[in-house]
């Protein structure tokens, strides 16, 4: 095998370009946008301000750094993540994350990110075809047809077809034409959101290295999250349900009006006057939920990333997990010395468990966002000092484990189950 091709230069397709391509392949990336360093607003919807900024644990750091990129450029691309603060009944709660050893999550500018891949994957040899659509994808014969900005048709074959082209994926679709029981299942989340922009996040007294969270105390209504990312903006993302008074359909200015005030009076009024002008402006965004039963075909395909797995945001892990993708893919070619015959089966047994297990937990997330026990945060205090005192008997604190560490999805489902059998009152995560 010699020639891998890539659909989706994303940040996923990215990432595993720069893995493969370290290894002597000829690894070629068809992309539908223009390039990063030409084209970047093509890479964030400018009307919606989706993808402006993407919180990356350490799960996402290390597969970043063991891909040969350096620490210091990364960091260039984010701001460190020191904690979490909850607005609720009127107040902050803050919680402090001090990093297990030296590294700490960072809010990043998506952007910035995106360039920092491309220019490495430059550097290891990766060939990007920008403003290339894939029309068609024919598994068995492992070609791509495409469409270029003039209107070009083109066909391309390679020896592996990997699919990293998001949650409408072309790859995965020739892969559900064509594996027998292939079971596949999209669903919209009930709520859907709007990404507010506020380009000046000095001026609201808010630390930059905290990640904010609203709704806890909205009954269900909704959840909310704000993020400085480096160029000094803060977004805030809105997530509500898609009908009501108080809606992503919502018009009346009254209405949302009172919605901001009411929780998010902390913020200058000038401030909620233009979240209130850029959320009755804004088009709505969906959540969608992506499962699929396999991640290849036979020896020829594979998807990767939100193709396999996108999930809702609450657990801020999509692309962590979908940057893990692209490690433990580089980790399997490592194990196997290349044999893709043994690489793929093993790919899809290893990350559909942890697929499955980090979207149950993302779903289960809202629940805690939007609406939280009144004793939350005193049961979660309570919970990291007994596990610290009696780490035998009481499951760890799971914040710790998702922010800091990269330990197994399914194993965090397993302390996420323990905690609700210790705390019958309500979720402590």
Not at 332 to 337: M, N, T
């Amino acid at each position: 095998m010699k020639k891998i091709i890539i659909v989706g230069g994303g940040l996923a397709g990215s990432l595993t370009a720069i893995y493969l391509a370290r290894r002597g392949y000829e690894v070629h990336v068809f992309e539908k946008r223009g390039d990063p360093f030409l084209a970047l607003s093509e890479y964030v919807d400018q009307v919606s301000s989706r993808a402006i900024g993407v919180s990356m644990t350490v799960r996402g750091i290390q597969a970043v750094l063991n891909a040969g990129i350096p620490k210091r450029e990364l960091d260039l691309c984010g701001i460190p993540i020191s904690g979490m603060s909850f607005y609720i009944a009127g107040k902050f709660r803050t919680r402090n994350l001090p990093p297990l050893d030296t590294l700490s999550p960072l809010s990043l500018s998506r952007a910035d990110f995106q360039k920092l891949l491309n220019k490495y994957a430059a550097i290891n040899n990766v060939q990007y075809h920008y403003g290339q659509r894939c029309l068609e994808v024919n598994l068995d014969e492992k070609t791509i047809i495409t469409k270029d900005n003039n209107g070009q048709i083109a066909e391309h074959k390679g020896d592996l077809l990997i699919g990293a082209d998001g949650a409408r994926s072309c790859v995965r679709q020739a892969m559900q034409n064509n594996c027998r029981r292939f079971e596949y299942q999209q669903s919209f989340f009930k709520h859907g959101y709007k990404t507010l922009v506020i380009s000046d996040a000095s001026q609201l007294n808010l630390r930059k290295d905290l990640l904010y969270f609203f709704g806890m105390d909205s009954g269900g209504l909704f959840a909310g999250r704000a993020a400085t990312i480096p160029d000094g903006s803060i977004s805030f993302a809105v997530c509500l349900p898609y009908q009501g008074e108080i809606s992503l359909q919502t018009k009346d200015t009254a209405t949302m009006r009172r919605f901001f005030d009411k929780y998010y009076p902390m913020l200058p009024e000038a401030t909620r006057k233009e979240l209130l002008s850029q959320f009755i402006e804004k088009p709505s965004n969906d959540l969608i939920n992506v499962k699929s039963s396999v991640f290849h075909y036979k020896q020829n395909a594979l998807i990767l990333g939100d193709s396999a797995h996108a999930t809702a945001p609450f657990l801020g892990q999509g692309m962590n997990m979908a940057l893990e993708d692209a490690y433990i893919l580089d980790s399997l070619f490592e194990k196997y010395d290349g044999h893709i015959e043994k690489i793929l089966p093993e790919f899809n047994v290893l990350r559909k468990i942890e697929a499955d297990a980090m979207q149950i937990m993302a779903i289960n997330n809202y629940e805690v966002l939007s609406r939280s026990n009144p004793i939350f945060f005193m049961r979660s205090k309570y919970l990291r000092y007994m596990s610290h005192k009696f780490p035998a008997n009481y499951p760890p604190d799971m914040a710790e484990k998702l922010y800091f560490t990269s330990m197994a999805y399914s194993e965090l489902r397993n302390i996420q189950q323990k905690q609700n059998v210790w705390y019958k009152l309500g979720r402590v995560n």
